[in-house]
């Protein structure tokens, strides 16, 4: 029994597996365990997550019951706990909050009435066309866009001209508070890798399959197995760089090119001391350039240090991969400097994801683009005969794009290669 992928699903699948006294062997690309949750070690205070950081909604979450089990440290941030800057760098008064609210409304109430339309169409022509986009004021645009970056590209990493009016939040999720780990999400990865047997560098090109057996080639190695369970991530499956013989259904394949692979990037700021409002998990910045560092979390609160995290999401996400790690820095603290003032201090140290240039994952996490349809992603964890299965958060329909959705999917995979050995 083989299982790409050593990420959450992956792990889960062969935990599972592994129970069911099945032999199992992992092989994952990278030199370390955990996929698109991982946790880094660059500061021995502090353990960030270059990847995914929370456990969404806990209540009746599986994470957070294997979370209780290990005793892993977590803590609740709220998205309630917030302050918007202006332009100007100054706190947003009553009035202008006030107005984002009733923006925020009205672009939903758009969104749904859309929804219903005879034609689906991007969630940016659809808001753009309701508002009278070239009527509007420079200000007023830039409210749009940062209750449109803020609020759908962040939370689903596509592009609003690329997420899908009719699809793009057709997705379940678990009630309460959010929580982050306090020693990273790695906590929760290597409890579930205990006693599996896992080849990290071991990246796959190749994965053979016949009614009898299936061969997956990874450099000069090749692994033979009854079963294989693949949890490639999206991007990963649309890049080509794992060929599959003979090629994958034609439903599948439609599915892997339709849905989109989305990117939110993370420029973590380690300063010499705390210079912002300690009270506040998340700062928004209602920037002029659309896009563009208006999303941060303060880690002050749960850590007691000075670091902040700034987001980038979608196009402008992807933008700032073609910059140095210099450069990336001076245009965070542009933003910081306006908001906080010239006399703030440089960062003492810096950590910098490039999600959509990582050759094992080519983006964040998956998003129903314009095109798709949520049915895809059944067919994307179909079987493929009585060998192949799938996993990933990407071939969860219910909970795409989180943690619990890739961890479900493993647990899914592993039920069907159960039910019909």
Request: charged fraction near 25%.
């Amino acid at each position: 029994m083989l299982v790409l992928g050593a990420g959450m699903a992956g792990l889960a699948a062969a935990r599972a597996l592994a129970q069911q006294d099945y032999d199992v062997t992992v092989l994952d690309a990278r030199d370390h365990i955990g996929g698109r949750t991982w946790t880094s070690r660059q500061w021995p205070d502090a353990p960030m997550d270059l990847g995914a950081s929370w456990i969404h909604g806990i209540e009746g979450n599986p994470l957070t019951t294997l979370a209780e089990e290990i005793e892993a440290r977590t803590f609740v941030t709220s998205y309630d706990s917030s302050i918007v800057y202006g332009p100007d760098g100054e706190p947003i008064d009553e009035r202008t909050e006030a107005q984002l609210e009733r923006l925020s409304e009205e672009i939903a109430e758009h969104i749904l009435t859309a929804q219903d339309a005879d034609n689906d169409q991007s969630v940016r022509r659809t808001v753009e066309r309701a508002l009278g986009w070239s009527r509007l004021s420079a200000a007023e645009k830039a409210r749009v866009n940062f209750v449109l970056s803020s609020e759908y590209e962040h939370e689903y990493s596509g592009s609003t001209e690329e997420l899908s009016t009719y699809w793009f939040d057709d997705g379940d999720g678990f009630d309460g508070d959010d929580v982050i780990f306090l020693d990273g999400y790695e906590t929760l990865v290597d409890a579930l890798a205990e006693g599996l047997r896992i080849q990290t560098n071991h990246p796959v090109q190749r994965i053979a399959w016949t009614e009898d057996q299936v061969v997956v080639t990874s450099g000069t190695d090749r692994f033979t197995a009854d079963y294989v369970v693949v949890t490639l991530p999206l991007g990963v499956l649309k890049s080509g760089d794992v060929v599959f013989e003979p090629a994958l259904p034609r439903n599948k394949q439609r599915a892997i090119s339709a849905l989109g692979m989305g990117v939110l990037n993370k420029c973590y700021l380690r300063f010499p001391s705390i210079f912002w409002p300690e009270e506040f998990d998340w700062l928004a910045y209602l920037t002029p350039n659309r896009g563009q560092w208006q999303e941060w979390v303060s880690l002050a609160r749960p850590t007691g240090l000075p670091i902040l995290l700034g987001f980038n999401a979608a196009d402008y996400g992807r933008a700032i991969e073609e910059m140095s790690d210099a450069e990336i820095v001076a245009s965070a603290m542009q933003t910081l400097r306006t908001v906080f003032g010239d006399d703030i201090p440089d960062p003492e140290d810096v950590q910098i994801t490039r999600w959509a240039a990582d050759p094992f994952a080519f983006g964040s996490y998956s998003f129903n683009a314009l095109g798709s349809t949520p049915e895809m992603r059944d067919h994307l964890a179909e079987p493929v005969g009585d060998r192949l299965f799938f996993a990933g958060e990407a071939t969860s329909r219910a909970y795409f794009a989180t943690v619990h959705g890739a961890y479900l999917s493993g647990l899914r995979a592993a039920e069907e290669i159960v039910a019909q050995a």
